[in-house]
């Protein structure tokens, strides 16, 4: 049974920093693995999509890197916003398109 | 393009009384999930529909919840009845296929409180 943990659970940060959050899992034998963001009383939001043959994916501000065979993902943040506030979350794609999701960091970027 | 839809926002019931939420995918998309998110925890699926078929139904407590996905469109979810730990924000969502490149859209949820 594929479980997936996600390291800190909760992280805050000034403004302007640059930060990594991590996402690790115990079987290896995925389709991709995603990174969400959920903002309070919201639903998800999809960020980055990493396809299993794939080692990393690019949006923004975001860079999501993804090494399988060790089981690790990360998410890296630079130069964090207030606006960037919310709860992430991983995700991995196993054999039945099905996702298994982690429990999430919360993060604040204060002012 | 319109999102995910669903229906009510909030409820709030005692234990033993009954609840369907409802959930309206994105236009065209043939797959539909509906996820139980406790607070502080990630999402857990309850069932994966693919048009009007089940996909995988293994994580839905039976004896008390139902699903349906009349006409591979909309979808209800029905919990009979409630109990104190079904507490928790159900979210659907919705891809365009079963497949590994496809992006899930989640709706907003519907907070369900059992007192």
């Known amino acids: 049974k594929q479980e997936v943990t996600q390291i800190p659970a909760a992280l805050s940060v000034p403004e302007g920093e640059n930060l990594v959050l991590n996402c690790s899992f115990t079987d290896s034998a995925i389709y991709n693995l995603q990174w969400f963001r959920q903002d309070p009383g919201k639903g998800l939001t999809s960020l980055l999509l990493?396809?299993?043959?794939?080692r990393e994916q690019t949006s923004g501000r975001l860079n999501a890197s993804l090494d399988k065979s060790s089981g690790r993902s990360t998410l890296y943040i630079a130069a964090s916003q207030p606006g960037d506030s919310a709860t992430y979350l991983c995700?991995?794609?196993?054999?039945?398109?099905?996702?298994?999701f982690g429990s999430g960091t919360q993060l604040t970027v204060l002012p | 393009e319109a999102g995910v839809a669903q229906s009510p926002r909030y409820k709030i019931i005692e234990k033993r009384q009954s609840v369907a939420f409802w959930c309206n995918p994105i236009?065209?998309?043939?797959?539909l999930y509906w996820y139980q998110q406790i607070l502080g925890q990630g999402p857990k699926l309850l069932i994966q529909f693919q048009n009007n078929g089940v996909v995988d139904d293994s994580q839905l407590p039976k004896d008390r919840f139902s699903a349906e996905r009349l006409k591979g469109v909309d979808s209800t979810l029905k919990i009979q009845p409630a109990k104190l730990e079904d507490s928790a924000v159900y979210l659907c969502a919705s891809s365009f296929f079963l497949s590994s490149t496809d992006t899930q859209y989640f709706g907003p949820g519907t907070r369900l409180t059992v007192l």
């Open positions: 990493i396809q299993s043959s794939q």
């Open positions: 995700a991995v794609c196993g054999s039945a398109r099905q996702l298994t």
């Open positions: 236009s065209g998309h043939a797959t």
